[in-house]
C-alpha cells in the first residue's frame, strides 16, 4: 500500500510539472506571436524562423495537455448515449467500452509514435531554419500516447472495480478549487 501512495505521489508531481510547463509554454508562444507581429508591422522587420519555432513549442503544450487529459478523464466527448442510460451498472459498462477503445487507439498511436521518432533519428531529419534534430520535437508524441496508455489502464482499473463493487465510476481526476492547497498545508 505504501508504494502505491508513493506512485501516486510521483504521478501527481510528474502531473503538476507538467500542468506548469504546458502553462509556461503558452506564455511563450504568446510572447513570440506578439514579438512576431511587432517586428513585422510596427518595425517593418522579419522574425525569421518564427513559424517553425512556434510550431514545435505549440507541438509540445499540446501533446502535454493531451495526456493531462487522459489522466483527469476530460476529454471531449459527446455523452448523450451514457445520460440516456438508467442503471449504474449499464453507466459502467458505457464507460468501460469507451476506455477500452480510447485504449486501442492509444497503443496504437504509440506505436505510431515509436516507428516516427524512429524513423526522425535513423534519418537524422533536421528543421528547415534552426537545423536541430526534429526528433526533439516529435519525442513529445512517444511520451504523450504512452502516458495516456497509462492512465487509461488505470481508469479501466477504476472502472471494473467499480463495476465489481456497483458503485459509480471515477468521473475524473480533476482537482476541486482549493483541493491542492489544501494538501500542501
Keep these: ?6 506512485l501516486k505521489k510521483i ?3 510528474f502531473i503538476r510539472v507538467s500542468e506548469y510547463i504546458a502553462f509556461i509554454l503558452s506564455a511563450v508562444i504568446c510572447a513570440l506571436i506578439i514579438w512576431w507581429a511587432a517586428k513585422r508591422y510596427l518595425f517593418n522587420g522579419d522574425f525569421r524562423g518564427a513559424e517553425e519555432l512556434i510550431l514545435a513549442i505549440a507541438f509540445w503544450m499540446y501533446f502535454i495537455g493531451a495526456y493531462i487529459a487522459t489522466h483527469e478523464d476530460s476529454h471531449i466527448s459527446a455523452d448523450l448515449f451514457t445520460s440516456m442510460l438508467k442503471t449504474q ?5 458505457a464507460k468501460l467500452v469507451r476506455l477500452v477503445i480510447s485504449l486501442f487507439a492509444f497503443v496504437l498511436l504509440t506505436w505510431l509514435a515509436y516507428d516516427f521518432v524512429t524513423f526522425d533519428i535513423v534519418r537524422h531529419k533536421i528543421s528547415v531554419i534552426f537545423r536541430f534534430p526534429v526528433v526533439y520535437i ?12 497509462l492512465y487509461t489502464v488505470a481508469h479501466i482499473v477504476k472502472t471494473v472495480i467499480a463495476l465489481r463493487e456497483g458503485s459509480p465510476a471515477p468521473e475524473d481526476n480533476r482537482a476541486e478549487p482549493g483541493q491542492i492547497a489544501e494538501e500542501n498545508e
Excluded: P, W, Y
Excluded at 451498472?89 to 459498462?93: C, D, L
Design 11 to 13: 504521478n501527481d508531481m
Design 89 to 93: 451498472k449499464a453507466k459502467n459498462i
Design 1 to 6: 500500500m505504501c508504494e502505491m501512495k508513493t
Design 138 to 149: 516529435h519525442i513529445v508524441l512517444l511520451i504523450s500516447f504512452g502516458m495516456s496508455c
